[in-house]
């Protein structure tokens, strides 16, 4: 994992109790978020489709999209 391996948040929940490994590597993420810079997390943000080139968001992200093609209806 990336980053200090000191910091309990990153093991450990509010009570002390050693978290499930799934857990744990989900909060290192934030590690490498964390040291990205603005370029490099717009650029991952593209990558994985969350933001358009142009830094507009894509249709499923925005909420005048048709509700019926990007979310269930009722």
Excluded: C, W
Excluded at 8 to 36: N, W
């Amino acid at each position: 994992m990336i980053g200090d391996d000191d910091d309990p948040f990153f093991y450990y929940d509010d009570h002390g109790r050693k978290l499930d490994e799934e857990t744990i590597r989900r909060r290192a993420i934030f590690r490498v978020l964390e040291k990205m810079t603005p370029a490099e997390y717009e650029a991952h943000l593209i990558k994985i489709g969350a933001l358009n080139p142009d830094g507009s968001l894509p249709e499923q992200y925005r909420d005048n999209g048709e509700p019926s093609i990007h979310r269930p209806t009722d």
